[in-house]
Nanobody
Framework: QVQLVESGGGLVQAGDSLRLSCAAS????????MGWFRQAPGKEREFVAG?????????AYADSVKGRFTISRDNAKNTVYLQMNSLKPEGTAVYYC?????????????????WGQGTQVTVSS
């Protein structure tokens, strides 16, 4: 089974930056896309960004983070990153790394088969 481990969360001020990392192991050859989701208290889990693991490395972003967040990958390390700039208080949430077998990035949590434990990001005003 695929295992995902997130790291890099923390407490920051509005406007600051963080970089999240997600390391994958245990059968990663079955993974074709990876994504980041976030879930705030009392809200549904929502798509943040995704990247294809095939050579083209196509990406997708939620409208709320376009221009501020960047998703990237390191194939040799089986790791995906989420660079978050200009963080806003509404970005406070638990951020989850996820993986599925789709060739194209999808935005629904139900399409992803593997999930990490999550890392807390708190953005103060």
């Amino acid at each position: 089974q695929v295992q995902l481990v997130e790291s890099g969360g923390g407490l920051v001020q509005a406007g600051d930056s963080l970089r999240l990392s997600c390391a994958a192991s245990g059968g990663t050859l079955s993974i074709f896309t990876m994504g980041w989701f976030r879930q705030a208290p009392g809200k549904e889990r929502e798509f943040v960004a995704g990247i294809s693991w095939i050579s083209c490395g196509s990406t997708a972003y939620a409208d709320s983070v376009k221009g501020r967040f960047t998703i990237s990958r390191d194939n040799a390390k089986n790791t995906v990153y989420l660079q978050m700039n200009s963080l806003k208080p509404e970005g406070t949430a638990v951020y989850y790394c996820a993986a599925d077998r789709a060739f194209r990035v999808t935005t629904s949590p139900s399409n992803y088969d593997y999930w990490g434990q999550g890392t807390q990001v708190t953005v103060s005003s």
